[in-house]
């Protein structure tokens, strides 16, 4: 059950877009389609923003985009804006019938 | 509105056990999977485990597995999480949460996804 692995940090201007990937195996992230995103902001729970690699819960904004490739998945936040600071952690489902996430990535607007 | 609600956190010693509760209020909780995630001070979300609606199968991570027991009391809307032998590395705040685990959940045909707050458990000497 080793941990996706997510980039320590991104940053970019507001306005900008930033891609941050999520790499598995085909154990996991290539396996399934049940692949999810969730921003977390400091001391808060975890909100998910991408569910079923590109699928968006009512509210969340269209800024917020995912997409998958063999075995690994990737979220773009498009039009940065302040409040997306935050820490974003993806998750997938395994063969092994648990679940699995990133190390966590935090994103920064400078 | 859905609330979940953990408690039973604390200081506790290397070895000894502990009993998380997480209360849930907003939604037919006898109709939905429950799961724990822990995130350790300053680090990512570690699943722990997952309790399907019936209380029927239960699934863990291998960090868990033997230790922790997950159980459900769907008359009093109750999640729990059993956890014996504790050591520093399971030091961590616990949410519960009704998030998909193998699927996404529906309600109305829309997906199902709430966390706690949480809980801080702290294993220490």
């Known amino acids: 059950q080793s941990a996706l692995t997510q980039p320590a940090s991104v940053s970019g201007s507001p306005g900008q877009s930033v891609t941050i990937s999520c790499t598995g195996t085909?154990?996991?992230?290539?396996?399934?389609?049940?692949v999810s995103w969730y921003q977390q902001h400091p001391g808060k729970a975890p909100k998910l923003i991408l569910f079923?690699?590109?699928s968006r819960p009512p509210g969340v904004s269209n800024r917020f985009s995912g997409s998958k490739s063999g075995n690994t998945a990737s979220l773009t936040i498009s039009d940065l804006e302040a409040d997306d600071e935050a820490d974003y952690h993806c998750?997938?489902?395994?063969?092994?019938?648990?679940?699995?996430f990133g190390g966590g990535t935090k994103v920064t607007v400078l | 509105e859905v609330q979940l609600l953990e408690s039973g956190g604390g200081l506790i010693q290397p070895g000894e056990s502990l009993r998380l509760s997480c209360a849930a209020s907003?939604?037919?909780?006898?109709?939905?999977?429950m799961s724990w995630v822990r995130q350790a001070p300053g680090k990512g979300l570690e699943w722990v485990s997952t309790?399907?609606?019936?209380?029927?199968?239960?699934y863990y991570s291998d960090s868990v597995k033997g230790r922790f027991t997950i159980s459900r009391d769907n008359s009093r809307k109750t999640l729990y999480l059993q956890m014996n032998s504790l050591t520093a590395e399971d030091t961590a705040i616990y949410f519960c949460?009704?998030?998909?685990?193998?699927?996404?959940?529906?309600?109305?045909?829309?997906?199902?996804?709430?966390w706690g707050q949480g809980t801080l458990v702290t294993v220490s000497s």
């Open positions: 998750t997938s489902f395994t063969r092994s019938t648990t679940r699995v």
């Open positions: 309790i399907n609606g019936g209380g029927t199968k239960t």
């Open positions: 949460a009704n998030a998909g685990f193998s699927a996404p959940q529906y309600s109305f045909g829309f997906v199902v996804d709430n």
């Open positions: 085909s154990s996991d992230v290539g396996a399934f389609k049940s």
């Open positions: 907003g939604f037919t909780f006898a109709n939905f999977d």
């Open positions: 079923d690699v590109t």
